[in-house]
């Protein structure tokens, strides 16, 4: 009953920032946690960074600590992924994902490529 859309994926210089959107259609995103997960080629999955139904709680890969900041505006259904100080290592497809352990629900979107140059 949830539909995820990534968008705000590009090309960047390395140092440069992108701001990642997730917009969710259906049910409300109050409901679930909403995380980032990427995939560069060759290497697993990883979460990125997740937040909290209510957006007072997020946590972040050891990686991006301190560069990425993951927020959402539960009005809008919609999640955000600020990308700061780019690097190359940063280069994935960027995954959204609604999740509710209590619900047995998971949603995910198509993914959004990010690409920093060198």
């Known amino acids: 009953q949830v539909q995820l859309v990534e968008s705000g994926g590009g090309l960047v210089q390395t140092g440069g920032s992108l701001r990642l959107s997730c917009a969710a259609s259906?049910?409300?995103?109050?409901?679930?946690?909403m995380n980032w997960f990427r995939q560069a080629p060759g290497k697993e999955r990883e979460l990125v960074a997740g937040?909290?139904?209510?957006?007072?709680?997020?946590a972040y890969a050891d990686s991006v600590k301190g560069r990425f900041t993951i927020s959402r505006d539960n009005a809008k259904n919609t999640v955000y992924l600020q990308m700061n100080s780019l690097r190359p290592e940063d280069t994935a497809v960027y995954y959204c994902?609604?999740?509710?352990?209590?619900?047995?629900?998971?949603?995910w979107g198509q993914g959004t490529q990010v690409t920093v140059s060198s």
């Open positions: 994902n609604a999740n509710s352990v209590p619900a047995r629900e998971d949603y």
């Open positions: 259906g049910r409300t995103c109050s409901r679930y946690t």
């Open positions: 937040i909290s139904r209510s957006g007072t709680s997020t």
